[in-house]
């Protein structure tokens, strides 16, 4: 105790040493930062490089907060120049949130905007098309629209990415230009980078939402990569491919439908047997293939049913809902949908409004749950009534007694506002469940004596609703309910009695209750509502109709029927007026035609009342989107159509079935990619493409192989076959005709009129042919040497499709066939000119970086008009594969250039070729000694080196 008591003292005395600290370590610090105006815009206008990011942060900080820092903008748009790229981000999102309210001072600032749109850093570029593209005049949507086309083919993902944000921009500005944007959004669908598909589905939205033919020959590219998408980017886009499967794809839950089973078992002996079965059971049998691509939307979807974006969830449940076969929407749905629910309130809501309607559709599903929607003290009153409701809805014979059990407890516990949502939820489940009818009408009587008149009203409403649906014991119930009329006053509980009395005169001990009921609801009549009132001109004329044995209780009613026509004549409601003129002319009078239909007119069966869900008018929206969320059709929503009656034909996705997947990508990585993506944007996306590169390093790994194997044989028999070329020639095309048409290769005319060519003016653009090559051969022309006996590919082997070959990329034409066999020989054609030319050094800086680059000039002719084709080719000699292999600008003038396209991985060892082309027409002087050189940059992940093109001889 001694040395406890020490050890407490000692604490004591330290206690009053420890300070807290003066300030945050963090960035944190700037939200609670008071600095004076007039000190940001004095750091504003510095030349301190740090005095301009410690206020861009405490202005960035305060906008997040929500305050008005306008007035901060001509001091801020000024640093649109900086050097430092922290400030400059910090500053385009500040001009980015007031480019809408300051265009005019924004765009004084667009040269600088443009001219960040060729910055190295791909963040740069995003942003500074943010800008542009914030900045709502509609004098500049050509300038807009110019950067965002530029954008479309940015090597960067990112830079697409936003491209791809701003259409939708320019759309809402100016609807003219919806042609070229349809273009755009096609163009970003096909994009190879999972990150601009979420981006490009949003364009699509706004711009063609029902434009499915853009889908068509993306789909199965969107489907495969729907899982490397960015989170938000997954809600868009799975909303996208719910509404083209609605009209691509028959109904999957179709009456008379059954699933074939090739889909859900491996055994074919249980295959045979369920379908044999089933067909002997259902003569009308008919069997359900679903389509692939059908199949193929839900097995790819389902996985992201584990994001812990909780909209995506939604977003998958709902497909499943609308496009999956019943059978199919398993506990997975639930149990994820359960997930959602351990978050806070609002997310609770929603997602209990979108299990709502699920559990409506689908109630297998949740059953195994049922336990987690029972209500808590800590819920707030609105998730506890739509726990209530899902409680109702998933009651069935095996839970029914626990959750009659949960109801009571509520009616005696729940605050007010709840017991008359707990007695219609009570009232549902006996209306759904027959066997316990009995049970529920037992509860409700004993609920009319509860100290609440709420409960007490709505439980006789319930009441008069379930005894339709009951076939004995009414009687007894209604006595009781009698009994409350002189003591109730909720106006709906005493019409529904009232009702019951009339509606049940043929029930003996109600037939004896209802003259002297009649006549004690006289007595009140003028303090009764109307709908009371309505409810007693009623029974009194069903009591006329009424075959009574007794003369003086015929005579007492109609002596009581008299007064109510006479109570009713001063009422003031014409609508009560009016019913008691025709009640007494049908019944008093009779010599009234009517008066013998009388029974035919009161006496009519009634239906049997519906308990209508509160939820079930949300059903006619798509589930989980805001429509449904609030019941009422907000703007721009586009409802889900019918399935077609008959199969669409499904080789509009056919002719794209080679699929080239995301990793394979050349446009993958820019040269700034690792430079600062850690410190603006978040590590998964950096971590995504990090399996991007790995995948891309493993096929082009492959396809080296492949190719160096073939070069060597090739080589080989060329040269054993040298002596004898006419005769291998010969020899070859009779021995390839048989397996395989071998083409011909196009020779080019060689005589062209020199006279008549021009030079091309630099401002001109470039005339691109109008003929393109469709064929791999043709489009080689005559550097492609004859096919060897070994070359030439059997037209049984079967082909796959290689996406990673950087030549087929950079020619634009499509992609190479290669055998997949592992005894295949590849047939590569490589023109004479090609072997003979002579290469030249082009960068001698690459070297340092294991990149041997050369050029050569073959006499070929090339893609473009009046342009000359040079060849770059490039030798990995490090031991590590290179990265975002691409072409810079350079400091050449009066010389036209398109650059070769990017090489995104290059493997150690290994070379490739690519073509760039050159308009040296366009230099005033054509004569090879004279004409400039092309000065260009080569860039290689973050470094840059200079390389040179001359034209010679």
Known sequence: MAAAAHAVSQLQQKLPNLKAPKRLLSDAQYFNATTKNETLIRQLNSNSVVAKLEAMKKIIAQLSKGKDVSEFFPAVVKNVASQSLEVKKLVYLYVIHYAEEKHDEALLSIAHFQKDMTDKSQHVRALSLRVLSSIRVPIIVQIVLLAIRKCTNDPSPWVRKAAALAVPKIYHLNQDEKPQLVSLVDQLLGDNSPTVHGAAAHAFCAVCPENYELIHRHYRKLVRNIAQVDEWGQVVLLNVLVRYARTQFLSPFKEGYRKKTKFYGSDEETQSQSQSQSQSDDEDYVEYEMDEDHRLLLTSTLPLLQSGNHAVVVAVASLYLHLAPQVEFSSKIGKALLRVLRSTRERQYIALIVIHSLAKQRPAAFRPYIKQFYVTPADPAFTQQMKIDILALLADSTNVNSVISEFKVYLHNAPEDLLGGTVHALGRVAFNNHDVSDTCLTTLAELTTHPNEIVVGESVVVTRHLLQKVTSGQGKIILRLTRLLESLELPVARASIVWLVGEYLKVPQVAQVGPDTFRTLLKTFAKEENSVKQQIIILGSKLMIHEYEEERVRDRIKECFNYLMTLVKYDESFTLRDRARLAKKILIDETSEL????????????????????????????????????????????????????????AVRDDHMNYTDSSDSDSDSDSDSNSDSDSFYSSDDSSDSAKHRKSKKSVVRKKREVQSDTDSESESESESESEDTEETETETESESSEPVKKKKPVKKQESKNTESKKAVKSSEPVKKKEEKPTDLLQFMGDFTPSATKSEVVKSETKKHVDTSDPLASAWGFGQAEIDKSPKKEVQEKKSEANDSAVWYQMSSGTEAAGVKAEYCLPDEEGEYDDMTVVRVRFTNSSSSALEGLCYGEGETEDVTVIPFTTIATLAPGAATTAVMHVNWSDAEDETPESLPPVKFNICIADATYAATVEKKA
């Open 595 to 650: 008066h013998e239909k009388a029974r035919m007119i009161f006496a009519v069966a009634k239906q049997e009342a519906d308990f209508a869900d509160p939820g079930e008018d949300r059903l006619r929206f798509q589930t989980g989107s805001l429509s449904h969320v609030l019941n009422n059709a907000v703007s721009g929503y586009i409802p889900l159509c019918d399935f077609p009656t008959k199969q669409p034909d499904p």
